[in-house]
């Protein structure tokens, strides 16, 4: 594809995800797409990606996509180059929200005027945990001390979207049985605008490695967090994440389209998907020689009213009217069948225009969300990852259902 191309692939205003994928030190559970820190290599990566993000930004103006509804920039941690991050930002125009992910450790007050000062509204904070238990068992690279203190740090200056991950497995442990209901509580006593309660998700080419879910037990622990945020004031507003009642949400994957730039960045249009080289090697050199670093492209077509459908329920409902406008009356009949089908099983309930998850519905999808996870989202970075000295791509899960959705949609 062209800058041109990935332009007009979009009907209309578009949102951008920029991806730095550099950290201090590698975690071991993490699945994203990361490298160890190296300044040299950094510096060869931020002129490959102002280069990308120049050609994409003057083909997306030329096709009145510019200026962008919204710049999310996530890693990685994005926060580590201070220096390239200023010159990156001041290349995309952008009219609404920037938001960017914080590691505890940059979320000092003077770290937080710096990302004020480059017009960021919204800040992830990932925590993780304000247990020290829990975070060695992890390997992050902070103490639940630094944590709370970058929480209450960017309370009230931003919106603010605080990360926890959630294993039920560690309620088998005297010494962190308990932790993630007790950190939720926590995140609600600070005001924080958003909690986000991701499950351990335990992909076979990390450290952590493949295991099984318990997934009883953690539609339990999420049914608590759901009464105990009600009970603060606030509400389940999407399958992992917990919003004060009047915020804003704090949003990534539930942009309705997005163009990704830099290595490892997947871009959505509707009816396209594709995603950037994950090696850095890779990525630079692609753009160095004049080409976009594109290493996997998927035409959807309608079928794209699927992928649609699936991140608009996990932020808790499907619009049909939007899925009508952008894929047609074809797709938007079939999908209603099967939510009204659903609906009669008490997982869905009609609202105007579609309809919204029940409490049961988000059971449903919690496992929905686990299964795309290990039979699609894992093997395609598997494939991407042999890019990467650090991963072990064969430990990781075969899925038939990505080979034949590869083989239906991809094309070179």
Known sequence: MTPRQVADSFSGRVGVYVHVPFCAQICPF???????ADDGLARRYFAALGTEVDDLVAACDDAGRVPFTSLYIGGGTPTLYPDALAALVARIPVTGERAIEVLPTHGTRAGLDRLAALGFSAVSVGAQSFHDDVLRRLGRPHDAAAALAAVENA??????????????????????AGAFLTDLRTCLALGVDQVSTYPLMRFGYTPFGAARHDRDREHAVLRAATRIASEAGYERRS????????????????RPRFVGMGAGSASFAGRDFWVNHFGLRQYCESVESGRLPIARWLHLGRAGALYDSFWQAYAGGVDLRETRGTFGAVPAGVLRAALALLALGRWLSPVEGGYRLTPRGFDLYHDLERWVTY???EPLWAEMLVEHPWAEPAQARRSHVWRVARAVFERS
Do not use: H, Q
């Open 30 to 36: 993490c699945p994203y797409n990361k490298v160890l």
């Open 155 to 176: 309370v009230g200056r931003f919106t603010v979207d605080v990360d926890l991950i959630v294993d039920v497995a560690w309620d088998d442990d005297p010494a962190t």
């Open 375 to 377: 039979e699609l989202i």
């Open 239 to 254: 399958v992992w994440t917990f919003n004060r009642v009047g915020a804003t949400s704090y949003t990534s994957i539930t």
